[in-house]
């Protein structure tokens, strides 16, 4: 799948049982890479993380978004 978050993106996961959604946001600034969660219509959680340089943020983004894309979240589509 080509999704490619180069400083930003959102994905949500649905459960068909329950009808819950959750989201995943993440966005990178600098060095840095903050990811929020949780279920959709909540603040959800944040968390931040820093790298020693840009390509090593993406390069960590690319690994989170690869296993959220394996578990089933989908990027959203207009918001």
Known sequence: MGVIFRKT??????????????????????TSVTIQFGKVG????????????????EVFLAQ???KKLEEGYKPQVGR
């Open 9 to 30: 993106g959102r994905l949500i996961h649905g459960d068909s049982n329950s009808g819950d959604q959750k989201f995943w946001n993440a966005e990178i600034k600098g």
């Open 42 to 57: 909540t603040q959800g959680t944040t968390g931040s993380r820093e790298f020693t340089s840009y390509e090593a943020a």
């Open 64 to 66: 989170r978004v690869r």
